[in-house]
């Protein structure tokens, strides 16, 4: 809602991927490249978290991911480890993006800095 918009609010997009393309249309590398690089919205931060990929999708990915807003977190494997490994670097990510830009009260403490800083100490679990 624009009411609630400020000049410093950030824009957060994250992509999980394993790098296949489940029949895209209507987009190519080229069009999410100019998108990424004029997002149409201030303060618009990219992360594209991956697992399983091979060389040549890693380096598509790391192409997109050349400005300082945009972020590619490659998993070294579908490992619970690396998995883990490639989350806790995208919740380092967002506390340093949101402490920066978290503006408290005086004699308050910044919440979501605190919430992304208990998430550091999250692994990830199976289901079922």
Known sequence: HNANRTPDMQYFLTVFTDGGDNASRTHTLETVR??????????????????????YTKALLDSLATKPNCKHLPAGSVSKEDLDKAFKQFTARM???????IVSKPGSQPA??????????MTLTGGG
């Open 112 to 121: 979501m800095g605190s919430v992304l800083r208990g998430m550091q100490q």
């Open 34 to 55: 100019q998108a990424l690089a004029s997002p149409g919205v201030p303060n618009f931060n990219f992360f594209v978290i991956s697992a399983g990929l091979d060389e």
């Open 95 to 101: 506390v340093e993006l949101l402490e920066v830009k």
